[in-house]
Nanobody, 122 residues
Framework: VQLQASGGGLVQAGGSLRLSCAAS????????MGWFRQAPGKEREFVAA????????YYADSVKGRFTISRENAENTVYLQMLGLKPEDTAVYYC????????????????WGQGTQVTVSS
């Protein structure tokens, strides 16, 4: 599976962005999909994840209520809608895929996209 993240950019605080992650290869619908982010000088952290069916979603406390993860299996794509962006959301955002049901730690993910930069100005 190859993952291609896109949709990042520069936005003012309070603004919104929608990230996309397009997957190539078979069996996309069988993967748990996750979004992680890494700010300069910090470790990569979990942001959100969605089960293979889309029926269950998970969020880090820091983004709950502002970010929404969704997926369209027919299009092999997972999305991250980000509203009410804050300067502390500034990071490189990565999408990732794993066959299991675990979701919040990066070591359970088998495939990673290249990352897309999100910068939120104050």
């Amino acid at each position: 599976v190859q993952l291609q993240a896109s949709g990042g950019g520069l936005v003012q605080a309070g603004g919104s962005l929608r990230l996309s992650c397009a997957a190539s290869g078979r069996s996309f619908s069988r993967y748990t999909m996750g979004w992680f982010r890494q700010a300069p000088g910090k470790e990569r952290e979990f942001v959100a994840a969605i089960s293979w069916s889309g029926g269950t979603t998970y969020y880090a406390d820091s983004v709950k209520g502002r970010f929404t993860i969704s997926r369209e299996n027919a299009e092999n794509t997972v999305y991250l809608q980000m509203l009410g962006l804050k300067p502390e959301d500034t990071a490189v955002y990565y999408c990732a895929a794993n066959f299991g049901s675990s979701y919040s730690t990066d070591n359970v993910y088998d495939y990673w996209g290249q990352g897309t930069q999100v910068t939120v100005s104050s």
